[in-house]
């Protein structure tokens, strides 16, 4: 799908927007238990892609993989590479995966930064698209999340069972319903 010119949002909308929904889901809800302590403490780079095809996306989350490679972690825990314009439609977002992993590979980043993935029309496999778990993973843009695998690896020896999560989430996220979940973004939770 294209994103006319007109239509595009800024990157300072495109930031807010994302900010708004790690404040009032991500962390809001306890979707992820790690996801706090560095959004707090300013580790989080949120970065706008500005490509407008899964080339350009690619070339940009390359330099998005090399820089949080590169950078002190005492500083950056992670990075979102938000990218409004490019991978819209989620079935070609979901087929960019494969770009995602050959990239990890070739730069041998695989074992040292893990991508995670987040679309507003998110949908898991099993699940019907308006299935209120396909939420866990619905964000305001396309959204790639790098994080580093030794943050996930203190997650895990943090004692909390990672494995628990996807299913703690899909239970918060029934129990809050569709209308629950709405009202988070009306500002009325």
Same mark, same amino acid.
């Given at each position: 799908m294209y994103v006319p010119e007109n239509e595009a949002p800024?990157?300072?909308?495109?930031?807010?927007a994302t900010r708004n929904w790690i404040e009032r889901a991500v962390?809001?809800?306890?979707?992820?238990?790690?996801?706090?302590?560095?959004?707090?403490?300013?580790?989080?780079?949120?970065r706008v892609s500005r490509a407008r095809d899964a080339y350009a996306l690619a070339d940009d989350l390359r330099e998005e993989l090399e820089?949080?490679?590169?950078?002190d972690p005492a500083e950056y825990e992670t990075s979102l590479l938000i990218h409004p314009? @490019?991978?819209? *439609? +989620? /079935? @070609?977002?979901? *087929? +960019? /995966?494969?770009v995602v992993d050959a990239l990890l590979d070739e730069l041998g980043l695989e074992g040292e930064i893990q991508v995670a993935t987040f679309h507003p029309?998110?949908?898991?496999?099993?699940?019907?698209?308006?299935?209120?778990?396909n939420a866990t993973n619905r964000s305001p843009y396309p959204?790639?999340?790098?994080?580093?695998?030794?943050?996930?690896?203190?997650?895990?020896?943090?004692?909390?069972?990672?494995d628990a999560i996807y299913q703690r989430n899909i239970e918060t996220l029934r129990k809050l319903g569709t209308t629950g979940w709405q009202a988070l973004w009306d500002g009325k939770t």
């Open positions: 800024s990157d300072e909308a495109a930031i807010a962390i809001g809800l306890n979707l992820c238990p790690f996801a706090r302590a560095p959004y707090t403490q300013q580790r989080v780079r949120l820089w949080l490679r590169d950078a314009f @490019a991978l819209t *439609d +989620f /079935l @070609a977002f979901n *087929d +960019f /995966l494969d029309d998110f949908q898991f496999g099993d699940a019907e698209p308006d299935a209120i778990e959204t790639l999340h790098l994080l580093r695998e030794s943050s996930i690896d203190r997650a895990v020896e943090s004692g909390i069972d990672t």
